[in-house]
């Protein structure tokens, strides 16, 4: 069997394509990007950037949005590397809103589900469809679907 000749591997060496270079850069943005939407977790609703904003942190932007984020409204941002990335919303896509601990759904617009009023009033006072009704409503909030207050 032949060696290799480090002489023609050498002279077959051509230039790095375009794109080719610093692939970190497109790896670790992609890794934002997985890392923002797959689970996706807001810190609240703003209209304006926060002034520090920690590293890794989502944001829904808020109607009448300014600074940094002007334009993006109902958008997610996310501050990586000390830069803002926006994501625009799509039908079906669910996040954690951390400030409420609810649920929030995309359909054409943001949405979050109420507490349902806990019964009131009649002729007859069932206390065990009471309980069951309270207890139902606590799952609804234990799951984050609706808020607990």
């Known amino acids: 069997m032949r060696q290799a000749s480090r002489r023609v591997c050498a002279a077959r060496s051509t230039a790095t394509l375009a794109g080719q270079t610093q692939k970190e850069t497109f790896v670790n943005e992609a890794f934002v990007r997985i890392d923002t939407l797959l689970h996706c977790a807001i810190e609240g609703v703003l209209a304006s950037p926060p002034a520090t904003p920690a590293e890794g ?3 829904l932007i808020d109607e009448g949005a300014g600074g940094a984020w002007a334009g ?7 501050f990586a590397g000390g830069n803002w990335l926006f994501f625009a919303p799509r039908d079906g896509m669910r ?16 949405v979050a589900p109420d507490r349902p009023n806990a019964p009131s009033g009649g002729g007859v006072v069932d206390s065990e469809a009471r309980a069951a009704i309270a207890a139902l409503t606590q799952c609804l909030v234990d799951a984050g679907i609706v808020p607990a207050a």
């Open 57 to 59: 942190t989502c944001w």
């Open 72 to 78: 993006n409204e109902g958008q997610i941002a996310a």
């Open 95 to 110: 996040l954690l809103d951390r400030s409420s601990g609810r649920d929030l759904r995309y359909a054409g617009g943001w």
